[in-house]
């Protein structure tokens, strides 16, 4: 059993990665390792600024032509964001459809993910699931494909350049984090196995990072409100709620909805801690001239 658990994650991490970041006066758990980034960035963002272009339109249109279906009840994953072997997911009429066919195991399982995205996962009709996979979101049987995936093979599909295997190795992070923030709980930097999550968790916000810069995807944002209110003491809501603001710069239609109904089962949230950390992960992600992703 490790005696000592006191030392907030992102403190930590300064260790790990050289002060890749500061501590959060909250609770010297930051609600993310990148954010520090933030501080010494000038940009100011005015309006939309750095919101999803003409051209990335038009990328997003050609993504839907490939998610097309291939057959009665299939739907065509697109080429960038194929994983393992899935080149093809089933077609439902919406989430809670398509998760109620599989093992009762399995569908607990994927309802309770959904809630920890904030009901992003969730589609209500076909067309909405293929617009969902046109933009990167995993299915259920791609999030079944990564479960029986260990996190070391994970890391290496993703180090090959997979998005979604990136994608799923945040998420693995996230669990693992998350078991022990929840609890209230730091970590022991004298422990060989606290310093090798630390490195993990590291790895897995520089990824989702760039992978939010390089996609463009919905879901890049979804999984960075993720990880930070995994790394957070307690797992507080604020990191998802500017996660579902940013996702809707990304071209996720159903933001506002999210956002009103998340909002309104967490009526007591920071706004001010929302909106800084919105505000900091925008300019970021979206800012002034930069080029669509190719």
């Known amino acids: ?42 940009e100011t963002s005015r309006g939309l600024a750095g919101s999803v272009t003409e051209d990335e339109v038009d990328l997003v249109a050609e993504e839907v032509q490939a998610s097309s279906i291939t057959g009665a009840n299939e739907l065509q994953v697109p080429p960038s964001w194929r994983f393992a072997d899935i080149v093809e997911v089933r077609r439902a009429s919406s989430w809670d459809a398509r998760v109620s066919q599989l093992p009762k195991s399995e569908e607990a399982w994927l309802r309770e993910l959904n809630d920890q995205y904030a009901d992003a996962l969730a589609f209500g009709s076909p067309e909405e699931q293929q617009r969902l996979i046109s933009q990167g979101f995993p299915m259920p049987e791609e999030w079944i494909a990564a479960k029986s995936m260990s996190t070391m093979e994970l890391e290496a599909l993703a180090n090959t350049g997979n998005s979604k295997a990136k994608m ?39 990824m989702v990072l760039q ?25 507080p809501p604020e990191s998802m709620a500017s996660a579902i603001l940013l996702a809707g710069d990304l071209g996720d239609v159903r933001a506002s909805d999210l956002r009103a109904r998340y909002f309104h089962a967490h009526p007591d949230m920071n706004a001010a801690e929302i909106t800084q950390s919105y505000e900091g992960r925008k300019r970021l992600v979206l800012r002034q001239g930069q080029p669509p992703s190719p």
Do not use: H, W
């Open 211 to 235: 992978l939010m810069k390089s996609t463009r995807s919905p879901f890049a944002a979804y999984l960075d409100g993720r990880i930070n209110t995994a790394m957070t003491q307690y797992g």
């Open 1 to 42: 059993m490790k005696t000592t658990r006191s030392l907030g994650v992102t403190c930590a991490l300064m260790i790990v990665a050289g002060g890749l970041v500061g501590c959060n006066a909250r609770d010297e758990a930051a609600i993310s390792t990148n954010e520090g980034a933030v501080a010494g960035d000038q």
């Open 168 to 206: 799923f190795y945040v998420d693995r992070v996230s669990d693992e984090i998350g078991s022990i923030r929840q609890s209230g709980q730091g970590l022991d930097t004298s422990s060989s196995e606290d310093m090798a999550l630390l490195s993990r968790v590291a790895a897995a916000n520089t």
